[in-house]
């Protein structure tokens, strides 16, 4: 059916894609150096015939190289990376050698095994601060961070390379994806999963601004169903696409949702807008649904349905 070497696959968007591509009868190989990651995220695929799991770090190239000869993929799913847009503006060296570095030299392995297809996950970062939207892929790409800077120079490095070598390359721009086992943890989680966590443990949620704020909040499975259907096409395909609703949402309209799941909740504490936050960031999917096919399944509320019936089990 298909063998896929995913980097990042002890992650959030990677443990939901080796699940689909289980699901879709593929043999994968999950590579990951536990950075941000972490192995219970992979509990429900651990036992399954189909899939191997090696600790590595994708710099180490000997090690990477001698895992992937061995397992002889025909497409990978790039994923690892360093994910912080903070972290990356603290230490943008350190970005480089994960998010353009890592780019090279998944690129070259690439290369190396003659593998037909890269899924890279790109992002709405690459746009920066835009108030032309819908953001459609020919929108200015104005980076305002070393991450999304490093997302869109990779982007470069595999479609270049994939003309190069033979390769197809699909750079998908994720918008802000959400769902089971985000890691609400880290200082700089996406917005659901930090209200998640709070709703939980029954505090208020703090809302800075107005809370009129738009972000096209994308569901990880559709992410996950989108990325490994790509990495098993037959025919190689190469661009970039935004992956992403449509359907803008308010983070008024998210309170909302989570407060008729938790009647009784405190309400939202509201404090000043910050200074530098994007107010509205929303794209179109319309080109991947083109190109691919590709429709988001999950509406916003039938969303968090889901992650709020992960967190109540
Ligand atoms: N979550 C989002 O909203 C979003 C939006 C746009 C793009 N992305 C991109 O999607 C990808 C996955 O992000 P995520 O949200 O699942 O984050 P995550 O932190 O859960 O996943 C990243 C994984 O990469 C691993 N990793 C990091 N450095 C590594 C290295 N050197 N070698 C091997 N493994 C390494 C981490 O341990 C982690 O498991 C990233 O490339 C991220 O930039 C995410």
């Given at each position: 059916m298909?063998r896929?070497?995913?980097?990042?696959?002890?992650?959030?968007?990677?443990?939901?894609?080796?699940?689909?591509?289980?699901?879709?009868?593929?043999?994968?190989?999950?590579?990951?150096n536990?950075r941000?990651?972490?192995?219970?995220?992979?509990?429900e695929?651990?036992?399954?015939?189909?899939?191997?799991?090696?600790?590595?770090?994708?710099?180490?190239?000997?090690?990477?190289e001698?895992?992937?000869k061995?397992?002889?993929?025909?497409?990978?799913?790039?994923?690892?990376?360093?994910?912080?847009?903070?972290?990356?503006?603290?230490?943008?060296?350190?970005n480089?050698?994960?998010?353009?570095?890592?780019?090279?030299r998944?690129g070259?392995?690439?290369k190396?095994?003659?593998?037909r297809?890269i899924?890279?996950?790109?992002?709405?970062?690459?746009?920066?601060?835009?108030?032309?939207?819908p953001?459609?892929?020919?929108t200015?790409?104005n980076?305002?961070?070393?991450?999304?800077?490093?997302?869109?120079?990779?982007?470069?490095?595999?479609?270049?390379?994939?003309?190069?070598?033979?390769?197809g390359?699909?750079?998908?721009?994720?918008?802000?994806?959400?769902?089971?086992?985000?890691?609400?943890?880290?200082?700089?989680?996406?917005?659901?999963?930090?209200?998640?966590?709070?709703?939980?443990a029954?505090?208020?949620?703090?809302?800075?601004?107005?809370?009129?704020?738009?972000?096209?909040?994308?569901?990880?499975?559709d992410?996950a169903?989108?990325?490994?259907?790509?990495?098993?096409?037959?025919?190689p395909?190469t661009g970039?696409f935004?992956?992403?609703?449509?359907?803008?949402?308010?983070?008024?309209?998210?309170?909302?949702?989570?407060?008729?799941?938790?009647?009784?909740?405190?309400?939202?504490?509201?404090?000043?807008?910050?200074?530098g936050?994007?107010?509205?960031?929303?794209?179109?999917?319309?080109?991947i649904?083109?190109?691919?096919?590709?429709?988001?399944?999950?509406?916003?509320?039938?969303?968090?349905?889901?992650?709020?019936?992960?967190?109540?089990?």
């Amino acid at each position: 059916m298909g063998r896929v070497l995913v980097t990042g696959a002890a992650g959030f968007i990677g443990s939901h894609t080796v699940e689909a591509l289980i699901r879709k009868g593929a043999e994968v190989c999950g590579v990951d150096n536990l950075r941000t990651g972490h192995l219970s995220n992979l509990e429900e695929v651990g036992s399954s015939p189909q899939f191997r799991f090696e600790e590595a770090d994708i710099l180490d190239g000997g090690k990477l190289e001698s895992i992937a000869k061995s397992f002889r993929p025909d497409a990978i799913v790039h994923l690892a990376a360093l994910v912080s847009v903070q972290e990356s503006m603290d230490d943008p060296d350190l970005n480089f050698r994960l998010n353009v570095e890592g780019s090279h030299r998944i690129g070259v392995l690439a290369k190396e095994l003659s593998v037909r297809q890269i899924v890279f996950a790109s992002s709405a970062a690459t746009y920066g601060d835009t108030s032309d939207l819908p953001v459609v892929e020919e929108t200015a790409k104005n980076s305002i961070s070393p991450y999304g800077a490093a997302k869109y120079a990779s982007e470069a490095i595999f479609q270049g390379y994939g003309r190069s070598y033979g390769f197809g390359a699909c750079c998908f721009r994720y918008f802000n994806v959400y769902g089971p086992r985000q890691d609400p943890k880290s200082p700089y989680s996406g917005v659901i999963s930090i209200f998640a966590d709070r709703y939980r443990a029954g505090q208020s949620v703090t809302v800075f601004g107005d809370g009129g704020q738009t972000r096209d909040f994308i569901f990880v499975e559709d992410i996950a169903d989108n990325n490994a259907a790509t990495a098993l096409k037959e025919t190689p395909v190469t661009g970039s696409f935004n992956v992403c609703t449509g359907r803008p949402s308010t983070l008024l309209d998210i309170i909302r949702v989570f407060e008729s799941h938790f009647p009784g909740a405190p309400r939202p504490v509201f404090q000043a807008a910050r200074t530098g936050d994007i107010v509205h960031s929303y794209g179109t999917p319309a080109q991947i649904q083109m190109a691919l096919g590709f429709e988001a399944r999950f509406s916003i509320e039938e969303g968090l349905a889901r992650l709020i019936g992960s967190l109540k089990e």
